[in-house]
């Protein structure tokens, strides 16, 4: 999920781009109610909510783009805001055919479908492309490939090729078809059960909620000088877990938290480097653990907590083991005890928190001890959240007599259009998705990629899953986090199984390669993110990021030898965690810390050390692993003590600095 929270007084106002936010707001309210009384009704059904909404979130991406001079900006701004209403135009003519036609379309005209059908079906799926052509382009190259192979595959030798399609058959498995496409069940996700989440998120946006959370991580820096760095990772921790999208925590906390660390002495590569481990985090963490694991749930036909339950434990260790990362470099690194400037908190900052707080553990409640529905959970959590702090804000307002009605609208303003901008985002991306996957499946091609897979699982199981990390870390390298997990699941994942692993295990694997992929060179929009905030080389930010993300690396064959990481929450995964976390933390202390003043003995202890977290991470037998574990415990608590008195002395000898941790963007502080 993207970060598109950008204040309104922000954008460009000439006229044309007023017109164009006029126009936007107009369409995002629109959108707000519509999907509002879904939530509430289910009326008509998830097939005619995607014909009627993916045209709208369409429409919504493009005019936000007009509405900030960035839609063909070479153009200039009155053809930019006519192309968008040109689009616009284009996006309701589809829609009123479509849903007018529904039930012939999908009914009666299966396979003989007119050439009206076609043109308002294809319109559509052209233009989820082009804003692909924009926003993604090498997923929009990949989508080119597929539909261009979908067509011309008797030009393709040996085991891929296929006879090919026709033209319009192409067209209608990426729209008109319904089952495929650009309205299937991943745009119908992306409206409804992600979108229901997005409403909590747009509520704590609107209310300052995360701003609050940002100022309490400069409370808790400021008790002790050398608990900056480790405010990076528990600001992102907490931004995490509303939030799903690792570039969004790097955007909203790593311009309070870069700028504080490189003033504590960090490389500028070392601060972003640590932001962009810490925003990764917003893919793992649940109760909102990114697109993928939406996708994961729909994919297994399963409940969407049973997903968030198992990613309990892998976020854990994956924090755990980035906070004492961090915490070695601050060791090596942090040349100054950095005091944050803090304002004192107000009642309503602590309310913001409470308000953070009581969301999370309100979805965990719903979905785990009361067992209520995904969707329904997240609704209810947001209709209180929003009454709540809906009504103390106007008693805010009113008591200060600020009665002017933009000031008492403007954050209601502000949620809709949060929401109104990141649900749509989301939702093309889905659509796009959709057109990949329905060339996937006319092709082929995962069944002859799964042939070759099961060809070297008959080898054996270690060489199938290297192939398979292979696989995913070439899709990840071009595709966001969303489309290596489809890619992998589809093309992968019914193969691994069919060799006998877990359908549990197999998917939280490709979950791990696909976060992976986020950071993995050469392409990384968090890493993007955080070293254009910190002006440092975007290559060596990724390279130091992937440094600190050792745990993540490791969990993906982890989960192989310790599947209980994943297959049962609760009690049944404490033993495999504790085994995780103590190999993982016994690797990043041998790679990155020190435990003798004689360079040859100290090596020698971390190459050990290392060895034997290796064993304790992936030994099949639980027996071996657990000695190893305890022989790597007995290595850490040495290199924690001799860690600490180093760290201890070299703070005492720096001199204090006083930095100032500021909101991020989009984040007002509250009155």
Known sequence: MTDSNKDITSLPTTLPLRIANWIFFAAALFFFL?????????????????????????????????????LYPLLGPWLGLLIAVIYVGICAAATYHLVTELDEIRIYRVGF???????????IAALVLEYTRRKYLALFVVNLLLLGYTVYGYLVPGMFHHPGISFNRAVSAVSIEMSTGVFERLSQLGLTLIGSFILVLAALRAFNCIDSILRGSAHIAARSPAMLPQTAVVGSFAVAAVSGSGAANAATTGTATIPALIRAGFP?????????????????????????????AEIMGVRYFDVVSRGFGPAFIYFLGVCVAVYLLAVRYQSKAVVPKVEPMGLLDWINIAAYLLSVAGLIYLMGVERKAAMTSAQTVFVFLFSGLALLFLAQRLWHRMW???????????????????TSELTV????LGILTAAFTVTGVPTKVGILVMEVASIHLVLMVLVAFAFGYLVGMGLPVAPTYIVVAVVIAPFMIRAGIDPWVVHFFAFFVAVFGELSPPTSVTAAVTSRIADAPFVRTMIDAMGLCIPLILMIFAVFTRPELVLEPGVAQLAAIVLVSTGTLGTIFGLQGQFHGRPGIDRLLRALLVILSMVTLLHPENTVATVAATLVLVGLVAGILRTYRIRREKLAKAPVTEVEIAPGPGDERPV
Do not use: C
């Open 34 to 70: 519509y999907l509002s009384r879904y939530y509430v009704t289910g009326a008509g059904g998830p097939t005619l909510l995607a014909v009627t909404m993916v045209p709208v979130a369409i429409a919504l991406v493009y005019l936000n783009d007009a509405r900030k001079g960035e």
């Open 113 to 123: 479908w007119d050439r009206k059908d076609y043109l308002a079906g294809g319109a």
């Open 268 to 296: 500028r590569v070392k601060a972003a480097a640590v932001e962009t481990a810490s925003s990764l985090g917003g893919q793992l963490m649940p109760p909102l653990m990114g697109i993928a694991a939406f996708m994961m």
């Open 404 to 422: 002017h009605p933009a000031e008492l609208l403007r954050p209601f303003h502000k949620m809709v259009e949060t929401f109104a901008l990141t």
């Open 429 to 432: 991306l889905l659509a796009t």
